[in-house]
Nanobody, 122 residues
Framework: QVQLVESGGGLVQAGGSLRLSCAAS????????MAWFRQAPGKEREFVAA???????YYADSVKERFTISTDNAKKKVYLQMNSLKPEDTAVYYC????????????????WGQGTQVTVSS
């Protein structure tokens, strides 16, 4: 089992950067595939990025070349570096952990954080 707590959200102007953090407690981080999802107002939750236990990374087309997912196993943290932010990146961002195959589907992730709000102004 793992508990996840996100931080680092906030208000930023378009073109700016933010780094989200997800602190994990419980089993070692290398036991999990980790992912970030986001949910904008009135929209369904969508996949943003994932990093597998073998440290392969996956990104949604909408964030490729702008966002980077990484982990620090010693600190049990997962990061999402977000650059060149756009107003359409505004959403609540969720960290998730899964023990099976890494996919872009929410159903592959068993544990979720409470989310952190990211607002990008134009």
């Amino acid at each position: 089992q793992v508990q996840l707590v996100e931080s680092g959200g906030g208000l930023v102007q378009a073109g700016g950067s933010l780094r989200l953090s997800c602190a994990a407690s419980g089993r070692t981080l290398s036991s999990w595939n980790m992912a970030w999802f986001r949910q904008a107002p009135g929209k369904e939750r969508e996949f943003v990025a994932a990093i597998s236990r073998s440290v392969s990374t996956y990104y949604a087309d909408s964030v490729k070349e702008r966002f980077t997912i990484s982990t620090d196993n010693a600190k049990k943290k997962v990061y999402l570096q977000m650059n060149s932010l756009k107003p359409e990146d505004t959403a609540v961002y969720y960290c998730a952990a899964g023990g099976g195959v890494v996919t872009t589907s929410q159903s592959s992730y068993d544990y979720w954080g409470q989310g952190t709000q990211v607002t990008v102004s134009s």
